[in-house]
């Protein structure tokens, strides 16, 4: 009887997949499946197959509980039946999916680059047919294909494919995303549970009934499976036995009623890292002791698999599992070593099973493993090189390699974003080194794990490591001890003297790579280091400006000040990455870039990379980065008088904060103090933005402190706090009162005028200041000017300055200090209307984002590949966005996004 035939007691959740499919002529979407085993999700997506029928092409993937699965298998399986379409990918594309799925060699493709090779591949097929795509057991799929199935997962909302996943609980994955879709599939009610059982075991005794459904606890697959194996509830302390050991029993016992034959093929498909029928026949017959050819007929019969054409799979993940249990040490390697003779011409598959067959140490087979490592990493699957070179240094014989594989495993883990796994093989580092070169390895090590704890103490420590590493002759080694001292002088200690220690000491190891040296001077220094680090970066060949250099160069330039030169830097950085399909880099790089872009008064350009950031940080794990670009959207919002969504943004962003990084909380106090200070609210922005100042506030930053001088005198003169922000002026560090940084000497500037109770010459002073690259402060210091000049009854002069403000903050879009200045006019006997509002302001981040690339001339599919999402998804946008505009082409839209560049 089929499972689409008892799937009883799930109206709601096919509700749900009708919706999708329903829709999926105009646009798709996804559902993750979650659940307990055996609670009937392979059973939904059965249903949603045949609900499916025809109207759709139906690609299949399904995990597999094996010791291993190769990078991008679980992918290539759902996706081999359309990959003749790949013929209209671009040249990128195809061979982004050639080199992944191992059909040729190349340059390695980034993992996201292949997920959107895949996704352009299922657009192409969808165009002749809609596309239903089921992934099985999502938890056990390799983690290459899990990361590029939640990347589809996210985008095809606009076109015609929908994705179904199933996924166990208390298991991790990347399509448990937020950001996806899910239902939990909850066990089934009691006359649900009734009906599933009647109708599979009619006429059962009323007393085994009871228990049956007692024991079942709403569970279909028990529901199901249990009936076979009524007898066993009279066993000793079976109602002891946990659900799924009772399930596996259930299915150990049939499993036992079939002959030698049919069970080799059995375990060996249990085994097995692909579902093809002739491998697992062959290397059954490998094991054979009989004359009789192993069949599958007999299990097929026993409803333990099923076979459809050329492959096979099991009825469900337990029977495997109990299969797997079952299996002694010796029957497991005979079954690995039948099946890596079968494959001896797929070297690549046939490897994992000589290494599962394999007994004690073995240096060939070690290094082999390393080098499909190696081949991993170039396919962007590195959490299967994590296993690669895991497994590798099991069977290395020299303890040395041993140690030297297992030291790349664990940084490869913790740069892949595998903590879990970096520390486990972290720990197994530590057992293996000693003194030396190991032994500081294991700190570099320990520093990837922590790099928040330790105090100022740790930095010296970390500077005494570098220059053990030296010693040694590892300078690359030594060159990571020196940046992560500054990068915590940075994030935990800005300003205080360890950080110039930091930059003596790399100067003392005579450090030659120029954006190192600008790293330090910023992070250990950066009140005084501008002007050096700009040299640094003219030393930098433009030729020599890839995309992680160029990130590097900007990061020291924003951490010194330099906004203008990080702003350049960040969006040369950012349309590298693009286009090399680094999703990991791209988050942080716009990341950055938003917040140059916000502090220069480009608001559009950095609420777009913002938004973005926020979803690739979130994508690509990155809560730091992703907390931070939630805090520069949320700046802007309370510019722009958006109190409501800036006040989300930065509870969204202190919720990503669980370490207390002193950088998300300072500019979370930056954000809160816009918000108070849009709104009328000074005495609360005054107080946020004086605990900047605090060495014993968690949220002490003298960097941002003196980034936000200028806001923090305006709310002192607004709430009558002007004596306290003189004082904390007063107070300031020499060398941050001798800043060199552009920033700082505005903000000072700044705020020296505001504070000085309208003393001409101090304002002044900081007018004669160049703030082109300042426009919002620049308005700001008209406006206080004006109110000044009008309160001591000057008012003609004061409306020159008041109408410069107003029409300055309409064209930054500060909405609530333009309605200020518009009073202050009125009050100076000047009319001053609201402006109209303006349509463009309806618009999402990314549809301006997209119009902003429709200016430039770009097609929809350069822009999808621009933004890592599908040509039919940037068509839906254009499709909604001319009516809110009132427009009819692309001509329009040019024009009409021209006019809104700042």
Same mark, same amino acid.
């Given at each position: 009887?089929?499972?689409?035939?008892?799937?009883?007691?799930?109206?709601?959740?096919?509700?749900?997949?009708?919706?999708?499919?329903?829709?999926?002529?105009?646009?798709?979407?996804?559902?993750?499946?979650?659940?307990?085993?055996?609670?009937?999700?392979?059973?939904?997506?059965?249903?949603?197959?045949?609900?499916?029928?025809?109207?759709?092409?139906?690609?299949?993937?399904?995990?597999?509980?094996?010791?291993?699965?190769?990078?991008?298998?679980?992918?290539?399986?759902?996706?081999?039946?359309?990959?003749?379409?790949?013929?209209?990918?671009?040249?990128?594309?195809?061979?982004?999916?050639?080199?992944?799925?191992?059909?040729?060699?190349?340059?390695?493709?980034?993992?996201?680059?292949?997920?959107?090779?895949?996704?352009?591949?299922?657009?192409?097929?969808?165009?002749?047919?809609?596309?239903?795509?089921?992934?099985?057991?999502?938890?056990?799929?390799?983690?290459?294909?899990?990361?590029?199935?939640?990347?589809?997962?996210?985008?095809?909302?606009?076109?015609?494919?929908?994705?179904?996943?199933?996924?166990?609980?208390?298991?991790?994955?990347?399509?448990?995303?937020?950001?996806?879709?899910?239902?939990?599939?909850?066990?089934?009610?009691?006359?649900?549970?009734?009906?599933?059982?009647?109708?599979?075991?009619?006429?059962?005794?009323?007393?085994?009934?009871?228990?049956?459904?007692?024991?079942?606890?709403?569970?279909?697959?028990?529901?199901?499976?249990?009936?076979?194996?009524?007898?066993?509830?009279?066993?000793?302390?079976?109602?002891?036995?946990?659900?799924?050991?009772?399930?596996?029993?259930?299915?150990?016992?049939?499993?036992?009623?079939?002959?030698?034959?049919?069970?080799?093929?059995?375990?060996?498909?249990?085994?097995?890292?692909?579902?093809?029928?002739?491998?697992?026949?062959?290397?059954?017959?490998?094991?054979?002791?009989?004359?009789?050819?192993?069949?599958?007929?007999?299990?097929?019969?026993?409803?333990?698999?099923?076979?459809?054409?050329?492959?096979?799979?099991?009825?469900?993940?337990?029977?495997?599992?109990?299969?797997?249990?079952?299996?002694?040490?010796?029957?497991?390697?005979?079954?690995?070593?039948?099946?890596?003779?079968?494959?001896?011409?797929?070297?690549?598959?046939?490897?994992?099973?000589?290494?599962?067959?394999?007994?004690?140490?073995?240096?060939?087979?070690?290094?082999?493993?390393?080098?499909?490592?190696?081949?991993?990493?170039?396919?962007?699957?590195?959490?299967?090189?994590?296993?690669?070179?895991?497994?590798?240094?099991?069977?290395?014989?020299?303890?040395?390699?041993?140690?030297?594989?297992?030291?790349?495993?664990?940084?490869?883990?913790?740069?892949?974003?595998?903590?879990?796994?970096?520390?486990?093989?972290?720990?197994?580092?530590?057992?293996?080194?000693?003194?030396?070169?190991?032994?500081?390895?294991?700190?570099?090590?320990?520093?990837?794990?922590?790099?928040?704890?330790?105090?100022?103490?740790?930095?010296?420590?970390?500077?005494?490591?570098?220059?053990?590493?030296?010693?040694?002759?590892?300078?690359?080694?030594?060159?990571?001890?020196?940046?992560?001292?500054?990068?915590?002088?940075?994030?935990?200690?800005?300003?205080?003297?360890?950080?110039?220690?930091?930059?003596?000491?790399?100067?003392?190891?005579?450090?030659?790579?120029?954006?190192?040296?600008?790293?330090?001077?910023?992070?250990?220094?950066?009140?005084?280091?501008?002007?050096?680090?700009?040299?640094?970066?003219?030393?930098?060949?433009?030729?020599?400006?890839? *995309? #992680?250099?160029?990130?590097?160069? =900007?990061?020291? &330039? @924003?951490?010194? %000040?330099? $906004?203008?030169?990080? +702003?350049? !830097?960040?969006?040369?950085?950012?349309?590298?990455?693009?286009?090399?399909?680094?999703?990991?880099?791209?988050?942080?790089?716009?990341?950055?870039?938003?917040?140059?872009?916000?502090?220069?008064?480009?608001?559009?350009?950095?609420?777009?990379?913002?938004?973005?950031?926020?979803?690739?940080?979130?994508?690509?794990?990155?809560?730091?980065?992703? *907390? #931070?670009?939630?805090?520069?959207? =949320?700046?802007? &919002? @309370?510019?722009? %008088?958006? $109190?409501?969504?800036? +006040?989300? !943004?930065?509870?969204?962003?202190?919720?990503?904060?669980?370490?207390?990084?002193?950088?998300?909380?300072?500019?979370?106090?930056?954000?809160?103090?816009?918000?108070?200070?849009?709104?009328?609210?000074?005495?609360?922005?005054?107080?946020?933005?004086?605990?900047?100042?605090?060495?014993?506030?968690?949220?002490?930053?003298?960097?941002?402190?003196?980034?936000?001088?200028?806001?923090?005198?305006?709310?002192?003169? @607004?709430?009558?706090?002007?004596?306290?922000?003189?004082?904390? !002026?007063?107070?300031?560090?020499?060398?941050?009162?001798?800043?060199?940084?552009?920033?700082?000497?505005?903000?000072?500037?700044?705020?020296?005028?505001?504070?000085?109770?309208?003393?001409?010459?101090?304002?002044?002073?900081?007018?004669?200041?160049?703030?082109?690259?300042?426009?919002?402060?620049?308005?700001?210091?008209?406006?206080?000017?004006?109110?000044?000049?009008?309160?001591?009854?000057?008012?003609?002069?004061?409306?020159?300055?008041?109408?410069?403000?107003?029409?300055?903050?309409?064209?930054?879009?500060?909405?609530?200090?333009?309605?200020?200045?518009?009073?202050?006019?009125?009050?100076?006997?000047?009319?001053?209307?609201?402006?109209?509002?303006?349509?463009?302001?309806?618009?999402?981040?990314?549809?301006?984002?997209?119009?902003?690339?429709?200016?430039?001339?770009?097609?929809?599919?350069?822009?999808?590949?621009?933004?890592?999402?599908?040509?039919?998804?940037?068509?839906?946008?254009?499709?909604?966005?001319?009516?809110?505009?009132?427009?009819?082409?692309?001509?329009?839209?040019?024009?009409?996004?021209?006019?809104?560049?700042?």
């Amino acid at each position: 009887m089929s499972a689409q035939h008892f799937l009883v007691g799930r109206a709601p959740e096919q509700a749900t997949i009708c919706g999708l499919l329903d829709r999926a002529t105009e646009g798709g979407g996804a559902l993750v499946l979650r659940g307990t085993p055996g609670v009937g999700k392979s059973a939904l997506l059965d249903w949603a197959a045949g609900t499916a029928g025809d109207k759709f092409r139906v690609l299949r993937t399904v995990g597999s509980v094996t010791e291993f699965g190769l990078p991008y298998a679980a992918l290539h399986q759902v996706m081999r039946s359309i990959l003749g379409h790949r013929n209209r990918l671009t040249p990128k594309y195809r061979r982004a999916l050639e080199v992944a799925f191992g059909r040729a060699p190349g340059a390695p493709p980034d993992l996201y680059t292949v997920a959107m090779a895949a996704l352009e591949l299922l657009v192409e097929a969808a165009a002749e047919r809609p596309i239903l795509l089921l992934a099985d057991d999502a938890q056990w799929m390799d983690l290459a294909s899990q990361q590029a199935l939640a990347f589809l997962a996210r985008r095809v909302t606009a076109d015609r494919v929908v994705l179904l996943a199933t996924h166990r609980d208390n298991e991790p994955g990347p399509l448990l995303d937020a950001a996806i879709p899910a239902v939990e599939l909850a066990p089934l009610d009691a006359d649900s549970a009734a009906v599933l059982l009647d109708g599979v075991a009619g006429g059962l005794d009323p007393k085994v009934r009871s228990l049956l459904l007692e024991a079942a606890c709403g569970n279909p697959l028990a529901l199901l499976e249990l009936p076979r194996a009524v007898g066993g509830y009279y066993g000793a302390n079976t109602d002891r036995l946990p659900l799924t050991a009772r399930l596996e029993n259930s299915f150990l016992t049939r499993i036992g009623e079939l002959d030698v034959a049919g069970t080799t093929v059995l375990e060996v498909a249990a085994l097995s890292d692909a579902d093809d029928v002739a491998e697992i026949v062959a290397a059954a017959e490998l094991l054979s002791e009989s004359d009789n050819p192993p069949s599958l007929d007999p299990a097929v019969s026993a409803g333990l698999i099923v076979v459809d054409g050329g492959s096979v799979r099991f009825r469900h993940p337990l029977i495997r599992s109990a299969i797997l249990q079952r299996l002694g040490p010796d029957r497991r390697r005979g079954c690995h070593a039948a099946l890596a003779r079968v494959l001896v011409d797929r070297p690549e598959r046939s490897v994992w099973h000589r290494a599962g067959a394999a007994l004690r140490p073995d240096a060939a087979l070690a290094a082999e493993l390393e080098l499909r490592a190696e081949q991993a990493i170039e396919r962007g699957a590195q959490a299967f090189a994590v296993r690669a070179l895991e497994r590798a240094a099991q069977l290395s014989v020299d303890r040395a390699d041993r140690a030297a594989r297992t030291y790349r495993a664990v940084v490869l883990a913790y740069t892949a974003g595998q903590p879990e796994a970096g520390e486990r093989l972290r720990r197994h580092h530590r057992d293996l080194v000693e003194t030396g070169h190991d032994g500081l390895r294991q700190e570099w090590l320990n520093e990837l794990a922590d790099g928040e704890h330790g105090g100022e103490q740790r930095i010296h420590t970390l500077l005494d490591f570098a220059e053990r590493a030296t010693v040694l002759g590892d300078d690359t080694l030594a060159t990571d001890f020196l940046r992560a001292a500054a990068l915590r002088c940075w994030n935990l200690w800005p300003g205080r003297p360890v950080g110039r220690q930091v930059i003596a000491a790399g100067e003392r190891l005579a450090v030659a790579d120029l954006p190192t040296r600008a790293q330090l001077l910023a992070y250990g220094s950066p009140f005084d280091s501008d002007e050096t680090i700009r040299t640094l970066i003219d030393r930098v060949p433009p030729a020599a400006r890839d *995309a #992680a250099t160029a990130y590097r160069l =900007a990061h020291a &330039a @924003a951490c010194a %000040g330099a $906004f203008d030169v990080s +702003e350049g !830097l960040l969006t040369a950085a950012a349309e590298r990455t693009r286009s090399e399909g680094h999703l990991h880099t791209l988050g942080r790089t716009l990341s950055l870039l938003a917040w140059s872009a916000m502090r220069r008064g480009s608001w559009s350009h950095a609420v777009v990379a913002a938004e973005e950031s926020t979803r690739l940080c979130a994508e690509t794990r990155q809560p730091f980065w992703e *907390a #931070a670009s939630l805090v520069a959207h =949320a700046m802007v &919002a @309370a510019f722009r %008088g958006d $109190f409501t969504t800036a +006040e989300d !943004l930065v509870a969204a962003a202190e919720h990503l904060n669980p370490r207390r990084f002193a950088t998300i909380d300072a500019v979370a106090l930056l954000a809160r103090a816009a918000i108070a200070s849009g709104q009328g609210r000074y005495e609360p922005a005054f107080t946020s933005l004086a605990r900047l100042h605090d060495p014993a506030d968690s949220a002490y930053h003298p960097a941002h402190a003196l980034w936000s001088l200028a806001s923090l005198a305006e709310a002192a003169v @607004a709430c009558g706090q002007v004596a306290a922000a003189r004082s904390l !002026l007063e107070r300031l560090p020499a060398e941050v009162r001798a800043t060199t940084s552009p920033a700082g000497r505005m903000n000072l500037a700044v705020a020296r005028a505001v504070l000085a109770d309208g003393d001409e010459p101090s304002f002044a002073d900081a007018m004669a200041m160049d703030l082109t690259m300042w426009p919002y402060e620049r308005y700001r210091l008209l406006f206080t000017y004006g109110m000044a000049l009008r309160r001591r009854r000057r008012v003609r002069e004061s409306r020159d300055h008041l109408r410069s403000a107003r029409d300055g903050f309409d064209s930054l879009g500060a909405h609530p200090l333009a309605e200020r200045a518009r009073t202050e006019l009125r009050a100076a006997g000047e009319r001053s209307d609201s402006p109209a509002t303006d349509v463009w302001e309806t618009l999402s981040p990314q549809e301006i984002q997209i119009a902003s690339m429709v200016a430039r001339g770009l097609t929809n599919r350069d822009i999808a590949k621009s933004l890592f999402i599908s040509h039919r998804t940037v068509g839906s946008h254009l499709y909604r966005m001319f009516p809110k505009l009132g427009i009819t082409s692309r001509g329009d839209l040019r024009r009409i996004a021209a006019e809104h560049e700042r």
